[in-house]
C-alpha cells in the first residue's frame, strides 16, 4: 500500500479553511493552529520570538468507507510518544533566516512546532516557507469502540480494526508561510520613549513620516532609549523608516579586561539612520570622569563628550547613525598597555583598539 499523499491545504490559524487532497483514493488533509491566535491567513511571529503551534491532521477519510475521521493535537502527541508516527519540518525558502531549526515537541498533550525566525534588525516582513510530513513508523488502525487509534490490529471486542495507515506512509504538506515582522512605534509625540516592553514586544519600527509630523514646530524630536540614553535631532520630512531595536547587553570583552571600571552599554544593531545630525546623550555613570566609546569591528574609538553636572549627563555631538556604545566611569586608555600586554598571553575573543 506504500504511498506518498502530498496534502494539497490551505494551513490556516485556529478555525481556518481546510483544503483536501485526494492520493489512492484516501481523502486527506491538515491544519495548523497557532495557539490562543484569531484567525489568519498566514501564521506570524515576531523576530527573535519562538513561534508556538498546534499541529492536527483533520478529515481523514478512510479507503471504502464514508466516514471522515480526524486526528487531534492530542492523538497525535500520543502517537508521537509511541512512535507511531514521526513528523519532520522541511524548510524550502529562507532556512538562512533561522534561529536554530524547527523542532516537534509533546507538551501537555498537544503536538506542537516551535520555530524561531532570527533578527534581521531591519525594516521588511520576511517570509520562511516549510513543509510537515508525517511518516507512519508501523501500521495505524482505528478503533471504533474506543473511538482512537491504535497500533493493535483488533479492539478488546475481538472486532477487525480499521487500517488507516500503512508502515511507511508518509503525508506532505505543501508550503506553509511563517511571516516574521517588527511592531510600529506605538506614540508618536516630541519625545518617544521606548523601554523594555517595546523592546520586548518588538515595537522598534518608526516611520520616518510619522517622526517628521510628531516633531515639534522646530521639528525637533526626542528618542528616549530606557533610562540609558537619548537621542535629539532635527527630522527631515525625507526621512525614512528606522527599527530602532537596541540591546543594553554587556560586552563581556570589555567588562572583565577593566574590572576598575564601571560600565553601561547600549547597541543599535539596526543603525538606524537620520538626514540631520543630532546628540545623544548618555547617563554619566562615573560623573564627570564619564567616557564615551564607540564599539565598532571589535575596536573602541573615543567619543568627544560635555558632562552636564545638573542632570549627570554626557552628550556627543554630530551623530547621525545609532551603533554601539560603551559608557565607562573613567577613561580606559590608560589601561591600553596593560591589554596589549595581556592579549599576548592570552587572546582575547573580541580585538580592542583604542583611539582617540
Same mark, same amino acid.
Not at 501500521?139 to 474506543?146: S, T
Not at 511571516?179 to 512605534?185: E, L, W
Given at each position: 500500500?506504500?504511498?506518498?499523499?502530498?496534502?494539497?491545504a490551505a494551513?490556516?490559524a485556529?478555525?481556518?479553511?481546510?483544503?483536501?487532497v485526494?492520493?489512492?483514493?484516501?481523502?486527506?488533509?491538515?491544519?495548523?493552529?497557532?495557539?490562543?491566535?484569531?484567525?489568519?491567513?498566514?501564521?506570524p511571529?515576531?523576530?527573535?520570538?519562538?513561534?508556538?503551534?498546534?499541529?492536527?491532521?483533520?478529515?481523514?477519510?478512510?479507503?471504502?468507507?464514508?466516514?471522515?475521521?480526524?486526528?487531534?493535537?492530542?492523538?497525535?502527541?500520543d502517537?508521537?510518544?509511541?512512535?507511531?508516527?514521526?513528523?519532520?519540518?522541511?524548510?524550502?525558502?529562507?532556512?538562512?533566516l533561522?534561529?536554530?531549526?524547527?523542532?516537534?515537541t509533546?507538551? #501537555? #498533550?498537544s503536538?506542537?512546532?516551535?520555530m524561531t525566525?532570527?533578527?534581521t534588525?531591519?525594516i521588511k516582513?520576511?517570509?520562511?516557507?516549510a513543509?510537515?510530513?508525517?511518516t507512519?513508523?508501523r501500521?495505524?488502525?482505528?478503533?471504533?469502540?474506543?473511538r482512537n487509534?491504535?497500533?493493535?490490529?483488533?479492539?478488546?471486542?475481538g472486532e477487525?480494526?480499521?487500517?488507516?495507515?500503512?508502515?511507511? #506512509?508518509?503525508?506532505?504538506?505543501?508550503?506553509?508561510e511563517f511571516?516574521?515582522?517588527?511592531?510600529?512605534?506605538e506614540?508618536?509625540q516630541?519625545k518617544?520613549?521606548?523601554?523594555?516592553?517595546?523592546?520586548?514586544?518588538r515595537?522598534?519600527?518608526?516611520?520616518?513620516?510619522?517622526?517628521?509630523?510628531?516633531?515639534?514646530?522646530d521639528?525637533?524630536?526626542?528618542?528616549e532609549?530606557?533610562?540609558?540614553?537619548?537621542y535629539?535631532?532635527c527630522?527631515?520630512a525625507?526621512?525614512?523608516?528606522v527599527?530602532?531595536?537596541?540591546?543594553?547587553?554587556?560586552i563581556?570583552d570589555?567588562?572583565?579586561?577593566?574590572?576598575?571600571?564601571?560600565?553601561?552599554?547600549?547597541?543599535?544593531?539596526?543603525?538606524?539612520?537620520?538626514?540631520?545630525? $543630532?546628540?545623544?546623550?548618555?547617563?554619566?555613570?562615573?560623573g564627570?570622569?564619564?567616557?564615551?566609546?564607540?564599539?565598532?569591528?571589535g575596536?573602541?574609538?573615543?567619543?568627544? $563628550?560635555?558632562?552636564?553636572s545638573?542632570?549627570?549627563?554626557?552628550?556627543?555631538?554630530?551623530?547621525?547613525?545609532?551603533?554601539?556604545y560603551?559608557?565607562?566611569?573613567?577613561?580606559?586608555?590608560?589601561f591600553s598597555?596593560?591589554?596589549?600586554?595581556?592579549n599576548?598571553n592570552?587572546?582575547?575573543?573580541?580585538?580592542?583598539?583604542l583611539?582617540?
Open positions: 500500500m506504500k504511498k506518498l499523499a502530498t496534502l494539497l494551513l490556516t485556529a478555525c481556518g479553511m481546510v483544503g483536501t485526494y492520493a489512492d483514493d484516501q481523502e486527506v488533509s491538515v491544519s495548523l493552529a497557532e495557539i490562543g491566535a484569531i484567525e489568519q491567513l498566514h501564521h511571529v515576531p523576530f527573535g520570538k519562538c513561534g508556538i503551534w498546534e499541529i492536527s491532521i483533520n478529515r481523514f477519510q478512510v479507503l471504502g468507507k464514508n466516514e471522515t475521521l480526524t486526528m487531534t493535537s492530542s492523538q497525535l502527541a502517537l508521537i510518544e509511541l512512535g507511531s508516527v514521526r513528523i519532520k519540518v522541511v524548510v524550502t525558502e529562507g532556512e538562512e533561522l534561529k536554530g531549526v524547527p523542532i516537534i509533546r507538551e #501537555d #498533550d503536538a506542537l512546532l516551535e525566525i532570527a533578527h534588525y531591519g516582513e520576511e517570509t520562511v516557507k513543509e510537515i510530513s508525517f507512519a513508523n501500521n495505524i488502525y482505528w478503533d471504533k469502540e474506543q487509534y491504535t497500533r493493535n490490529l483488533r479492539s478488546n471486542k477487525r480494526n480499521i487500517l488507516i495507515l500503512e508502515k511507511g #506512509d508518509t503525508l506532505i504538506s505543501q508550503p506553509i511571516t516574521a515582522y517588527y511592531n510600529n512605534v506614540n508618536y516630541m518617544i520613549h521606548l523601554d523594555e516592553d517595546s523592546i520586548a514586544n515595537g522598534v519600527l518608526a516611520d520616518g513620516e510619522e517622526l517628521y509630523m510628531a516633531a515639534g514646530k521639528k525637533m524630536l526626542t528618542l532609549f530606557g533610562e540609558i540614553a537619548a535629539t535631532t527630522i527631515s525625507a526621512q525614512k523608516t527599527n530602532l531595536y537596541y540591546s543594553l547587553d554587556e563581556e570589555i567588562a572583565e579586561l577593566y574590572p576598575e571600571c564601571s560600565f553601561h552599554f547600549i547597541s543599535f544593531p539596526g543603525n538606524p539612520s537620520f538626514i540631520n545630525s $543630532g546628540e545623544l546623550t548618555f547617563q554619566a555613570v562615573g564627570e570622569n564619564t567616557v564615551i566609546y564607540s564599539y565598532e569591528g575596536e573602541l574609538t573615543r567619543l568627544e $563628550g560635555e558632562y552636564d545638573t542632570y549627570n549627563t554626557t552628550t556627543v555631538r554630530s551623530v547621525k547613525r545609532l551603533g554601539s560603551v559608557v565607562a566611569s573613567e577613561s580606559i586608555d590608560d598597555d596593560i591589554q596589549e600586554t595581556q599576548l592570552s587572546p582575547q575573543a573580541v580585538k580592542i583598539i583611539k582617540k
